[in-house]
């Protein structure tokens, strides 16, 4: 157990619907990073918040966005949902924002889009 | 640009024997590799790294080595079960905050 914590763990919506992933980091870290994974696909990089600020962007969609609270928590929103949006979508924290701190991984939330 | 190049995409090896995934990397200013283990239906797990400043670290049957000059680093394990059958991520800090991935090594472990 990573101490990553995702909600829900499964979500089956349909296409143009919007919905809401959540994130809590590891207790005392104050990094989180989304990342999606298709299937047979890596792991692409969506955006990083640290203690509330958006820090850096990947290959986000405009339809989506993300925020982090100020107990640290994230979520992650997708709207206008289309069928390519289906994947696992990770969270991951760790402990401040330096290069070369572990980041753990919580253990994903699928979605599927029909 | 920020790229991981990771081969091979899928390696099965015997029981017993040892498996070698390789990664190389872009920007020579990196200082941070990490290994991850995804089994399926989870998420990735962290079972080695190592840092700019070593050449080589190893965890029980679990070794990396890294060649900086090269920009390559390369994960070992030896003695192969098969619990180690999973896909291996490798991924590389390029001296930003996020981690860059390779593309995975799905590795399956023959009884």
């Known amino acids: 157990d990573s101490g990553v914590t995702q909600t829900p763990k499964h979500l089956i919506t349909a296409t143009g619907q919007r919905v809401t992933l959540r994130c809590s980091p590891r207790s005392g870290d104050l990094s989180v990073y989304w990342y999606q994974q298709s299937l047979d696909q890596g792991l692409q990089f969506l955006i990083q918040y640290y203690n509330g600020e958006e820090r850096a962007k990947g290959n986000i969609l405009e339809r989506f966005s993300a925020q982090q609270f100020p107990d640290l928590h994230s979520e992650l929103n997708l709207s206008s949902l289309e069928l390519g949006d289906s994947a696992l979508y990770f969270c991951?924290?760790?402990?401040?924002?330096?290069?070369?701190?572990?980041?753990?991984f919580g253990e994903g939330s699928w979605l599927t889009v029909v | 640009g920020e790229n991981v190049e990771q081969h091979p995409s899928t390696l099965s090896v015997q029981e017993g024997d040892s498996a070698v995934i390789k990664c190389t990397y872009s920007d020579s200013a990196s200082n941070y590799f990490p290994w991850y283990k995804q089994e399926l239906g989870k998420g990735p797990q962290l079972i080695i790294d190592i840092r700019s400043n070593v050449g080589e670290k190893k965890d029980q049957r679990i070794a990396v080595t890294l060649n900086k000059t090269a920009k390559h680093f390369s994960l070992h394990i030896t003695e192969t079960q098969p619990e180690d059958s999973a896909v291996y991520f490798c991924a590389v800090h390029f001296g930003n905050e996020k981690l860059t991935f390779g593309t995975g090594t799905r590795l399956t472990i023959i009884p």
């Open positions: 991951a924290s760790s402990v401040d924002r330096r290069a070369g701190n572990t980041i753990y």
